[in-house]
């Protein structure tokens, strides 16, 4: 990638071979889950202790015996097991596993969410992504893990309408399908990304639609190479539509130019989480980069186009005075359990804006979750 880069040829959609793909994933995947497996909920303020998880799910370990006892409602959890059950290793909803987030020396982790879609019993249906990170290979190193605001994007838009964000399917219907309908800021491992594009592809196998079958459906960037490498990998194991570009979403003629050669109208939906610089408090200000930022990459023609940002408490406050985008809606990490360690209120929100209407345009519905 690198020397590709020095010899100014496209990143784009290069996806490793088969063959490649096969051998990373027979060395690096997560510590998969029983079907019985048994979670520590935070609802009940159960979390599972840091060393106990990294004893029974972590790849760094390499012994077998048992490092601790607890004692926990009449039940003794030994080891790994609690009865004839094992302790929970995936990332999900109802789970504590996403307090130990990032896992800064993990080399894979397993994201299990559910989907709009329900079986034949009315059970809605779940998809587990493999993820793999840096870890350890690159120390404390932002872009090559999974951070918590990434994870409650990737569980909101896996399932926008009981997440609460059912525009995704307007915005999709009113998206210009010869380009790709969102794009994801500083995406990292591409959790966001590939979710949102399996969401979208479920949705848009639904309808006849007349689309290359090889066309990405989520343009997901980041500013460092190893991060697109991941996101490659990631997207390939998933068999999600996502292609990937190098910017720095914080470089306005990078964002132009993104838009020109991608989505000349702009995005129908626009992902960011914990996007440094870009989030923090004097987002108020009607003329703060997240603003211009936005205002440059959503799709201006497109009614429901949506900005998705996930972000820790307080670092994201809608723009004041007459600005161009107003706060469709707020959702606390609450709806998906992600209360603190100590049982209180979530850390982390979604914030939706959309561009502002005048009063004689359709607006969405507001409001406040």
């Known amino acids: 990638e690198r020397l590709k880069k020095s010899r100014g040829e496209s990143v784009l959609n290069h996806h490793p071979s088969s063959n490649q793909v096969a051998t990373i994933t027979k060395i690096l995947k997560a510590t998969s ?188 960037t980041d500013k460092a190479l190893h991060a697109l490498d991941l996101i490659h990998v990631n997207a390939y194991i998933s068999k999600a539509a996502v292609a990937t570009e190098q910017i720095d979403h914080f470089d306005l003629l990078h964002l132009e130019s993104l838009k020109e050669r991608h989505a000349p109208n702009g995005f129908a939906i626009v992902l960011g989480s914990s996007l440094q610089e870009l989030f923090n408090v004097t987002a108020h200000d009607e003329n703060h980069q997240l603003w211009t930022t936005l205002d440059i990459l959503l799709d201006s023609y497109n009614p429901y186009a949506l900005a998705i940002l996930a972000h820790s408490v307080d670092t994201i406050a809608p723009p004041e005075g007459q600005s161009s985008f107003q706060l469709l809606r707020q959702l606390s990490g609450d709806k998906f359990d992600m209360s603190t360690r100590f049982g209180e209120t979530s850390d982390f929100f979604i914030s939706v804006f959309t561009r502002s209407k005048t009063s004689d345009e359709k607006s969405p519905q507001s409001a406040e979750l």
């Open 33 to 220: 889950d029983r079907e019985d497996c048994w979670s520590w909920n935070t609802t009940k303020k159960q979390t599972v202790p840091v060393d106990l998880w990294n004893h029974c799910c972590s790849l760094m370990m390499t012994s077998d015996e048992p490092t601790t006892t607890l004692h926990f409602q009449e039940h003794y959890f030994d080891g790994c097991s609690l009865g004839n059950s094992r302790l929970c290793c995936d990332f999900f909803h109802g789970s504590s596993s996403y307090l130990h987030l990032p896992l800064l020396k993990e080399l894979a982790v397993r994201l299990r969410v559910k989907t709009d879609d329900k079986d034949s019993q009315g059970v809605f249906l779940e998809e587990r992504y493999d993820l793999h990170q840096d870890g350890f290979l690159r120390h404390y190193d932002t872009s090559g893990v999974l951070w918590p605001t990434a994870y409650l994007l990737s569980l909101c838009v896996a399932a926008p309408n009981a997440c609460g964000i059912p525009e995704i399917y307007q915005a999709m219907a009113e998206a210009n399908k010869s380009h790709p309908i969102a794009v994801e800021l500083g995406a990292g491992v591409g959790a966001p990304s590939i979710t949102l594009a399996r969401t979208l592809e479920r949705a848009r196998s639904q309808k006849v639609q007349q689309v290359k079958n090889d066309q990405a459906l989520v343009l997901a």
